[in-house]
């Protein structure tokens, strides 16, 4: 970045910084990932200087016959690689993705039927603090207390009592698979839309490794930078009948013109999808996800539903003595970075945050294997049950970095390797 360096040296320094960071760090964040070089190269590309309005062939402003090929392919590949009936690669995010499904065919103030966030579900599935509860009236389904699990049953019974225009079926902090086709069949019995929102999974449905929602869904949205291994960015699968109403919904609807840069990032991650390395990081993610899960319930820690069928492993700390805050940060001051996430039991003491949540998709994106996962957990365990004893958290912290440096972050996204 030698013009960054020149332009603005305290910004460059700071690039620099995040850089090491995620060299001397393991990052056990679920919604994040390490993407290939070229993903880097192509959303710093000259395509960000672009303004788009509208759709390929029909712009509002002149000058985009490169755009209109970008988007064009985007949309190909991302049609192929889900086999979906039609797409749109123009949301700027997972939110806003969500968002145009809602208003594509809904009226403001209809039902909606949706996962509990504390339960395992996302803010723009109705949750108090986003904009979409202001818009729309959304009811919240949960897991069963004893299995931890969705309870279909009572999304039936829900669902029939409510009689949602709308079903919602995706989670930003769930475990396990969901059986897509009962919702969508409980969807059809009410006579409501069923939107799946795939953001944590689209890299595993896209690598063939766990059920896709698209056959049974009459929308599906996603995002391309958590297991995906892409850029930024939303996108909207839908049947074909719903096509027009969803791109009018997202443009002028939703938002205005779209980054260029991050739509050539989709193109890029689509085609990337295809490779046996992509496949293999998705495999080797399913594979160490399960291991952490195993790992930590042989240490005496609950993992929420008994272990992960997903990238996703989500704990209860409560039997530990420890909150998600504070092990958020004393595993930060090791190196070990994920985020405190609320567990099903918090739903009745609002503020509460009991839990923490890994995610296996970064560090295996670095190489990592099984016999590495032990060993993260096995850190993990000796920071959060000692974590006054100064030696043995800078000995934790020694180790971690000994870990990272084994398998660095530079170049092992790049399809070269």
Known sequence: MLYLAKDDPALAELVKNEDNRLETTLNLIAAENHSPQSILEVMGSVFNTKTIEGYPGNRF????????QVENLAIERGRSLFKAEHVNVQPHSGTSANLAVYFSVLKT???????????????????????????????????????????????????????PRMIVAGASSYPRLIDYEKISGIAKEVSAFFL????????????????????????????????????RGGVILCREMFGKKIDKAVFPGCQGTSAVNLIAAKALIFKLALEDKFVRAQKSTLANARVMARVLMEKGYHVISGGTDNHQVLIDLTGKGISGKSAEACL??????????????????????????????????RGMGEVQMQK??????????????????????????ELCREFPVNGSGSTEK
């Open 109 to 163: 103030g209809d039902r909606i039927l949706s996962m509990s966030l504390p339960h395992g579900g996302h803010l723009s599935h109705g949750h108090s603090a986003s904009i979409t509860s202001k818009c729309f009236d959304f009811s919240h389904y949960k897991v069963n207390p004893e299995t931890e699990r969705i309870d279909y049953d009572q999304v039936r019974k829900m669902a029939h009592c409510l009689k």
């Open 376 to 401: 993260i957990i096995d850190l993990m365990d000796m920071a959060l049950m000692n974590q006054k004893k100064k030696a043995v958290i800078k000995q934790v912290k020694d180790q971690v970095l």
């Open 196 to 231: 799946a929102d795939m953001a944590h999974l689209a890299g595993l449905v896209a690598a063939n490794l766990i059920p896709s929602p698209v056959p049974h869904s009459d929308f599906v949205t996603f995002t391309c930078y958590k297991t995906m291994m892409g850029g």
């Open 332 to 365: 930060e001051s090791v190196g070990i970075i994920l985020n405190r996430n609320v567990v099903p039991q918090d739903e009745n003491t609002p503020g509460k945050v009991s839990g923490i949540r890994l995610g296996s998709s970064a560090v295996s994106a």
């Open 61 to 68: 402003h002149a000058g985009c016959i490169n755009a209109d």
